[in-house]
Structure formats: C-alpha cells, structure tokens
C-alpha cells in the first residue's frame, strides 16, 4: 500500500463544469487530484465564475469532473 501523500496543487489537473445548454462551453479551474481548487490563488474574476459554476450545478452546469491534462 503505498501511503505517500498526493500533491496538494498541481497543474496536471483541472476541475471542469460542463455547460448543460452549450456543448463544448465549460468553466475550468486548476485544482490537486481529488478536485480542491485553492481559491486564494484565483484571479477575482476566475473565483466569481467558479462560485456561479457551483451555484448552478443542475440547472446550467452539470457536476465537475476532475481531469487530467
């Protein structure tokens, strides 16, 4: 079993709100493997897109998935 902790931040992964209406139109957010986006390290504009992208989840944003870049 291997107990090494992940990384915290990386720029391998990215946690993306897929628009229910637009294909091919997301908001994307870098965030570790398990999809914790620091919010400290967002510009002010990015932080506002992804409070609404969580906000929305269900009515125009389905739920994020985390991806691997």
């Given at each position: 079993?291997?107990?090494?902790?992940?990384?915290?931040?990386?720029?391998?992964?990215?946690?993306?709100?897929?628009?229910?209406?637009?294909?091919g139109r997301a908001l994307a957010f870098p965030c570790d493997a398990r999809g914790g986006v620091r919010l400290d390290s967002l510009s002010e504009k990015a932080l506002q897109n992804y409070l609404f992208a969580?906000?929305?989840v269900g009515?125009?944003?389905?739920?994020p998935t985390v991806r691997r870049l």
């Open positions: 079993m291997n107990s090494r902790p992940m990384p915290l931040m990386s720029d391998d992964y990215e946690l993306r709100f897929e628009s229910l209406f637009h294909a969580r906000a929305v009515r125009d944003y389905a739920s």
